[in-house]
């Protein structure tokens, strides 16, 4: 495997907040992280990040994928006494946010808690607020306004060994992924157009990739994300564990991978030693499936981060996997056309 420090680019990615819908941040620092390693970068209508690195042939063009956005909070509502009401951007776990650090995409710092006496079994956006230290509605409106969006606080912090912990990993470590593949095969010489693809607003129904998907119209395509695991107490029955490499994903609740591409995928890593796990996740979904359905079809996979505490403030990754991940997704990108 070859070794690469994402730690330092994990922890830079993971610092702008980037609720799905709001972008902006995250996109411009991977434009400009991606510039020297493509012939064109640009952004679609939706706010797609797009770049793309030429074929030296007429082989296959391949779309890989990682999405930008995170989950977060929207302001409905600001209280006479200050506090602001909110509504969730993408699926979130209140037990697991409870009493959180929140920041502002302004940077304003708040406390996200329950109102009192609500039980956790109660626990939803309606029994939650944010707590800026307003003294009341007037004061709060000097710094925020209805239709503001807050996210957890992000950092990421190491673990033992190859462990990382912090947010928001999802999916920013598929993004990291990404980054390093562009660096990687830009003194290769691949024979097919290769796109890559940092989508918006998968958290809220994986719309970027379909938009991206139909324009490119690429006859293969990967997905880089997070997935879930079965290695702790409690958890599902589920093949995955951290550390034990790259998830090859078979299936989740919205997609079938193309079996070519499972088949590839794993005969590369056998061929090559890249360690390797078989993926089938039973609730969820990544943007796999709407690239899947691009256009009059797409042979798509799936390369998945095995993580823990997925949609929390804890997620919890190996560096191992992603170094997999790439390793397993440069082999299949170069093998294309030949």
Not at 9 to 20: D, F, K, R, V, Y
Not at 50 to 60: C, F, Q, R, V
Not at 68 to 95: K, Q, Y
Not at 307 to 316: A, K, L, N, W
């Given at each position: ?114 109102e009192g006496k609500t039980k956790p079994e109660e626990y939803g956006a309606l029994k939650f607020y944010i707590d800026i230290g307003a003294n009341d ?202």
């Open positions: 495997m070859k070794q690469r420090n994402l730690y330092p680019l994990l922890g830079e990615l993971c610092s702008p907040a980037s609720i799905s819908g709001r972008e902006d941040g995250i996109r411009a620092l991977l434009a400009e992280k991606i510039l020297p390693f493509a012939h064109e970068v640009r952004f679609d209508a939706l706010g797609n990040l797009i770049a793309k690195k030429e074929g030296a042939g007429n082989a296959p063009s391949v779309m890989l994928c990682a999405h930008m956005d995170e989950i977060g909070f929207l302001v409905t509502f600001i209280e006479e006494n200050g506090m602001l009401r909110i509504a969730p951007v993408g699926g979130i776990h209140f037990s697991a946010v409870a009493y959180a650090e929140v920041v502002s995409e302004s940077g304003i710092p708040g406390v996200l808690v329950p509605r007037k004061d709060a409106e000097k710094k925020v306004s209805v239709g503001d969006c807050f996210v957890q606080r992000s950092g990421v912090r190491r673990l033992m060994h190859s462990c990382v912990a912090g947010r928001p990993l999802d999916d920013r470590v598929g993004c990291a992924v990404l980054l390093s593949l562009a660096e990687e095969l830009w003194t290769e010489q691949t024979e097919g157009d290769i796109y890559y693809v940092f989508s918006v607003q998968e958290e809220v129904g994986c719309r970027g990739a379909m938009t991206a998907a139909f324009g490119i119209a690429p006859e293969y395509g990967l997905c880089f994300d997070v997935t879930a695991t079965g290695d702790v107490p409690g958890a599902s029955p589920m093949a995955c564990k951290l550390g034990e490499g790259a998830a090859v994903k078979i299936k989740d609740r919205s997609v079938i991978c193309h079996e070519e591409v499972v088949q590839t995928l794993c005969r590369l890593a056998k061929e090559q030693r890249i360690p390797h796990q078989r993926e089938i996740l039973t609730a969820g979904g990544t943007d796999t499936s709407s690239m899947q359905l691009a256009g009059s079809g797409c042979r798509v996979g799936a390369l998945s981060i095995p993580s823990r505490y997925i949609h929390s403030g804890v997620e919890m990754c190996d560096l191992k996997d992603a170094n997999a991940c790439a390793d397993l997704a440069a082999a299949f990108v170069k093998q294309i056309g030949q």
